[in-house]
């Protein structure tokens, strides 16, 4: 049986959680995986980190929520981060997922939960590989 695996890339779209689809950055270039959201205020929406176990906050100016979801966009745990601290690897983890403090909680994610990620250009597609 031949498994699909999708092949993340920089770029905008749509997160769908049990409570609110949100606005989504991903960060899949070891550039913008780096960047993340050091140097900003705020964050609308959420911020996708693939491949990624862990985060850290050092120099960042706001707390944040983070998801560790695997490679199936399933939770697998959540935690609020202030500034300054370093997240432990989680080893199942394949993604993070990053949104100011208190935003999962009101979109409804929590362990266990499965997302969904919609980028630009992928809407209205039922196979993300192209095939029919």
Same mark, same amino acid.
């Given at each position: &049986?031949?498994?699909?695996?999708?092949?993340? %890339?920089?770029?905008?779209?749509?997160?769908?959680?049990?409570? !609110?689809?949100?606005?989504?950055?991903?960060?899949?270039?070891?550039?913008? %995986? +780096?960047?993340?959201?050091?140097?900003?205020?705020?964050? +609308?929406?959420?911020?996708?980190?693939?491949?990624?176990?862990?985060?850290?906050?050092?120099? &960042?100016?706001?707390?944040?929520?983070?998801?560790?979801?695997?490679?199936?966009?399933?939770?697998?745990?959540? /935690?609020? &981060?202030?500034?300054? %601290?370093?997240?432990?690897?989680?080893? /199942?983890?394949?993604?993070?997922?990053?949104?100011? !403090?208190?935003?999962?909680?009101?979109?409804?994610?929590?362990?266990?939960?499965?997302?969904?990620?919609?980028?630009?250009?992928? !809407?209205?597609?039922?196979?993300? /590989?192209? !095939?029919?």
């Amino acid at each position: &049986m031949a498994r699909w695996r999708r092949r993340w %890339r920089d770029g905008d779209g749509t997160l769908r959680a049990p409570a !609110a689809e949100v606005p989504l950055r991903v960060a899949a270039s070891y550039r913008a %995986r +780096t960047r993340g959201l050091l140097g900003q205020d705020g964050l +609308t929406g959420a911020l996708l980190l693939t491949p990624a176990s862990s985060v850290h906050t050092v120099r &960042m100016r706001f707390a944040i929520d983070v998801a560790y979801l695997d490679r199936r966009l399933r939770v697998l745990a959540v /935690r609020t &981060m202030p500034p300054g %601290r370093v997240g432990r690897p989680r080893l /199942r983890a394949r993604h993070v997922l990053e949104a100011e !403090a208190g935003a999962l909680a009101a979109w409804g994610v929590r362990r266990g939960t499965r997302l969904e990620a919609v980028l630009d250009g992928e !809407a209205g597609r039922d196979d993300p /590989r192209g !095939a029919s």
